[in-house]
C-alpha cells in the first residue's frame, strides 16, 4: 500500500487525542506526563512526518507496519514532550492503528516494556531496535472490522465512552 492508503495523524490529532489520552490512562502520580503546550514543535512534526517519507517516489517506509514502528521508534526517541514521550507514543500508536483499522493485543506492561527498551537503546543499535519493534508490533497487531473516516471519529467515539475527557 502506498503512503496515501493510510490515514495519519497530524499535530492537532496529538493535541486533541493522544494526549489527552495519554493523561487519562497512563499519568502516574509523581511523574505527570507534561502538559501539550511544553512540547518542541519540530521534534513532535518530525515524527509525524517520518511515516510518510518517499524517496523516488517510493515510501521510505513501505508497509503499514514500518510505518507504526518509525512513529512509535521517533516519538520514543525524539523527546518532544518533558516528560511522558513513551505514554504520548503508546498512545499515538494506539490511535495510528484504529483509525487505519487495526488494534494491538497486548496489556500494558508488554508496550510499556517495547517503549522503555526503545528509550534505553544506543543511536548504534537503531536498526536493531527497529527489527525488534516490528517483528513485536507484527506479531500483536489485529485488524478490526472497520476503519474510520478520520481521527476525529475516533475521539467522538471516546468521548461517548469517557465523558470526563472532555
Known sequence: MATNDFIYLDKSDVKTICHKLAIHFLNIKGQPISPFES?????????????KQTFGGADLYPTFEDKATILLYSLTKNHAFLNGNKRIATMV????????????E?????????CLRISKS???EKDRILLITKD???SHIKHRKFKDQTAQD????????YPQMN
Open 39 to 51: 512540547h518542541n514543535p519540530s521534534l513532535l512534526e518530525s515524527s509525524l512526518a517520518l511515516p
Open 93 to 104: 500508536l494506539l490511535t495510528f492503528l484504529y483509525i487505519n483499522g487495526f488494534g494491538l
Open 106 to 114: 497486548c496489556n500494558r506492561g508488554e508496550i510499556a516494556d517495547l
Open 122 to 124: 544506543e543511536p548504534r
Open 136 to 138: 513485536w508490533i507484527k
Open 154 to 161: 475516533f475521539l467522538l467515539r471516546l468521548r461517548e465512552l
